[in-house]
């Protein structure tokens, strides 16, 4: 019987070879790891966006005006009429707020009226990367008229029922995610304010005569 034991040699390729594969599972299990994790993140980025987007479809429905300043660095949206305090004379007026930046809030009251430390706004998210609101194209005409000196003008206005776009970034851990929603209103608008402008809102269709 051969009783020798292991060689410095061969118990040094032997402690080689385990600590190949233990590199190689060790390296296995953390990419599957940061693969989970990964996934997870998406699914509850997903999640957090589907929430927001139904909250502010929520918040927008029943909107009885639209004053809107909307760009890549800022959004307000109030959804109602103000009182000279700026409270919302209805119950479902509201105001969104959001900057580059910061939280976006769902305020019951016009946010200006407020100081920034001492905002009771209800926090919608804190990952939000980027919202834009935007006036679907189906709903914006253009038409020319002709007034009693025979002086051609091109009017634009919208027409009911009022379609928003939302377009939602948010990023949570390096971690990004893009949802959109269209929000049909409910109520008949006259008017909509976007950026400043106020528009003339018709009815979808144009009367005989």
Do not use: H
Not at 30 to 41: C, D, T
Not at 115 to 123: E, H, L, V
Not at 166 to 188: A, G, H, P, S, Y
Request: net charge negative; glycine share 4%; proline share 2%.
């Amino acid at each position: 019987m051969n009783n020798k034991g292991l060689s410095l040699i061969e118990l040094v390729v032997a402690l080689a070879i385990s600590s190949l594969i233990i590199t190689m599972l060790s390296a296995l299990i953390l990419n599957s790891m940061k693969s989970y994790n990964k996934q997870s993140l998406n699914a509850d980025l997903q999640n957090e966006s589907q929430v927001i987007l139904n909250s502010l479809a929520d918040s927008i429905m029943e909107s009885t005006i639209i004053d809107l300043e909307s760009n890549a660095n800022k959004l307000l949206l109030y959804t109602g009429e103000r009182d000279v305090n700026g409270l919302f004379t209805t119950s479902t007026g509201k105001c969104i707020s959001w900057e580059n930046g910061t939280t976006l809030y769902r305020f019951d009251e016009d946010k200006s009226n407020m100081q920034p430390a001492d905002m009771p706004g209800y926090i919608m998210s804190e990952y939000v990367k980027s919202i834009t609101v935007t006036v679907d194209e189906s709903c914006r005409k253009e038409k020319v008229e002709v007034d009693l000196a025979g002086n051609e003008t091109t009017v634009v206005y919208y027409t009911n029922p009022i379609v928003l776009d939302v377009k939602l970034d948010i990023e949570k851990f390096k971690e990004k995610t893009t949802t959109t929603q269209k929000v049909r209103l409910r109520n008949t608008l006259t008017s909509i304010k976007i950026n400043g402008t106020t528009y003339e809102v018709r009815p979808s269709y144009e009367p005989i005569g």
